[in-house]
Structure formats: structure tokens, C-alpha cells
């Protein structure tokens, strides 16, 4: 039943995204964020889906007339140049003939490039809410079903997201909850619709036990930085603060003795396999860029190979990077890492002028409040991220492209460079 009704609601969806393309881009998000056809049982479950979606998009991305000029910023140039050099990266790869590298480059292309065609596509306010309002339910939906499992199992057992996903695991489900926490309360302010903000914060409280009931201690550290964010950027700290230590500490009080307990081992982690196996893994990722610094070992940086050749002390199997910047640094090397890293400053800060220049323009109702919790998002990704490998995984990027596309759409609205302008220049040229 599930897989002929997710069937029917793409094949529904082909004519739309046909005759307005930006559906396409939404489309893609819902697929690429939460990975639908994962939840059935039948044909769906290994249907191309994604291809199908993206493919659509493309053909109609080259006949409409609906599409706009590309935002060339510092964030594009940035995201193509990484894109560019992990490509270059694959070339020297130290098995560049691997079937994994291959699928993993191929998969990181086709996250790149959607993205770019989003951010010719999306343009204005209802169009980015309707991108937040995709992002918020695809992620939201395993975060609601993680909290009600965890109050009914009164955090017993692990909370795991959707099989054969980026967010397949514990740790990972919850760092995407974390990320996804801010968004949610940005369309709480904005909502005009009491039932709509009601829902919403019943949803942020059930994705906070959701991450509690990951037993994540990477998640644990990564909700507490940007919980401190969260009240520190929202427009009502004080009454922020109370709700969230009210819904924390409920929590809190819900969880076993084993919770604690497995949270404890944060300070002694030199007698937890866990954390002594990650530092390995650093280790084995370090020396191996100290002898590649420029192009790393490519993907599937975890491989065999890499640990045969670089750890200092073999474990006899692979593992996964555990972070998202020795990640990248393993894979594309000193280069890479370095391109991640600009990346992502070059985010907050655009953020951060859009925020101030928007405070008193025509956009100071939605602008300033999206963009600080954009950057209470990036916070909440790049803490927990140091305990995970998600590098390529499309939500962070996402983020990026919201920054981006907020900036193309002040520009249109106001036909100046918002990113540079004071917010109280950026108003008279409005009102000219």
C-alpha cells in the first residue's frame, strides 16, 4: 500500500515540477532529506526515485522561463570550487578504481548540483519558507516518531533513523534533529496560525527527546551549543530559556540509569572502545594527510587500504571518520579542509550582515529571525559534526543555499548589495 501511494504521489508530482520547476527543487529536498521510499517495503523501496525527480527538473529547468540568474557570492564560488576539487581529489585517489569511491563522488555530484539548480530556482519569501517547510518535515517526521518511542520506552532503547540513509544511525539521526531545531522555530514566529506554532513546539519538545533517546554523546554536546546559540539569538531569550530548560530537564528526569551512565564515559573516554577507536582513526587520518597534504585519499576514506598503510595501530577493519572535518581532510586533503572551512565562515557571515542590514528594511520580519537561526543550525551541525562523518550529507548544504537564496531575493527587492550595505543604507535605497 505505502509503495503504490508514494508511486502515485510522484507520478503526480511530474506534470507540476514540468510546469514549475521550483516543485522540482522541493521535490528533491523531500526526497534527498528524508528519503521516502525508505519507509516501504515493496518495489519503492529500491526505485531511482531521486533520478527520476532530478531528471524532471533538469528538462524543465531548460525550457521554462521561470528561472533566475545565478547568485554568484562568496558562498557559490566556494561551493563550486569544493565541488571541483573533490572531483580532482577522486582523480588521486588512493584507489580511484573503487566501486565506492565512484558511488560516493557520483552521490556527492548530484547533491552539488541539485543544490545549484535550487538556488536558480527559489527566489522570494513564500518560495524559501516553502524549502524550510520541506526540510522541517522531512527531518521532523523521524524526529516526532523518535520522541513519542522514546517516552513510550522511557528511553530504554535507541532512537535510529530510516535504513540506507545518511541518517541511518543513532548519532547521525539526532545531529540532523539538532540542525533541524532552529528552522522549526523560525516558522513558529513566523506562523500565523496558533494550532500551526502549537504544533510546531510540541514537535521541537518530541525531537529533543528524540535526541535524548539516540543515547548520542556527540548529539548530547551538540544540543547543549545550540541550545546556548538558540536563546542567545532568538528575539525572546528569556522566555526561550524557560521553555527549553522546562522541556529539557522533563527529559531528563524521563531517561534510565543506562542513559547516564553511557553520558559519563564523555570525561572517561580513555576507557571507552568508542572514543579510543575514533582517536585512532584521527590519528590514521592525520598521518595520512601529513604524507598526501594536497589531495588527501579521496573518498571512502575509511577503507582498508588507508588503515594497512597509515594507522598506528591496526584494528583489522575499517572505520568510519567520525568527524566532519578529519573527513575532509582525509578525503581531499589540507585543500579541502580548508575550502569546508571558508565555506562555512563565509555562511555565518553573510548570515550575519543580512541579519543586521534587513533590521529595519521591508524584510524585518522574516530576515533577521531566519538568518540567526541559519547560524544556530550551522552551530548545532559543525559541534556535533566533529564526532561524525557526515561531510556530504545535504542538510548543512542547505543551509548554505538558504543564506544565498535570502541574499538573491533582498537584492531583487531592493537592487543593492545587501551583504556589503549598513541596514539603515539598505532601507533608504528601498524606500527610493
Known sequence: MRDLLLTAIFIGLIPMILSRPYVGALAWAW????????????FAYSFPIGTVVAGTTLVALLFTSERKPFPWNSITVLLILFVSWMSLTTIWALNPNSDGVMNAWIQALK?????LVTLVLIRGRQHIEALIWVMVLSIGYYGTKGGFF?????????VWGPTGTFIEGNNELALALVAVIPLMYYLVVVSRHLWVRRGLWFAIALCIASILGSHSRGALVAVLGMLLFFVAKSNRPFMISAVLATVLGIALLAMPAEWFARMDTI???QEDSSAMSRINTWTTIWNMAMDRPIVGAGFCVGSDLLYQLYSPNPLGKSFDSHSIYFQALGEHGFVGL??????????????????????????????PTLMRMTQVSLIGFATGGAFL??????FPYYLAGIVVMVDATCKDNSGHAFGVA???AASQLSSR
Open 31 to 42: 526526497v534527498s532529506l528524508m528519503s521516502p521510499h525508505r519507509l516501504t517495503y515493496g
Open 267 to 269: 570525561t572517561d573516554y
Open 338 to 367: 580548508t575550502i569546508y572551512l571558508l565555506l562555512g565562515i563565509s555562511v555565518w557571515r553573510r548570515a550575519s550582515k543580512l541579519a543586521k542590514a534587513c533590521e529595519d528594511g521591508p524584510d524585518k520580519d522574516w530576515v
Open 422 to 424: 549598513s541596514g539603515q
Open 111 to 115: 547533491i552539488h548540483l541539485m543544490l
Open 389 to 394: 562523518g557526515l561531510l556530504h550529507y545535504d
Open 150 to 158: 522514546t517516552l513510550r520506552t522511557a528511553g530504554a532503547h535507541r
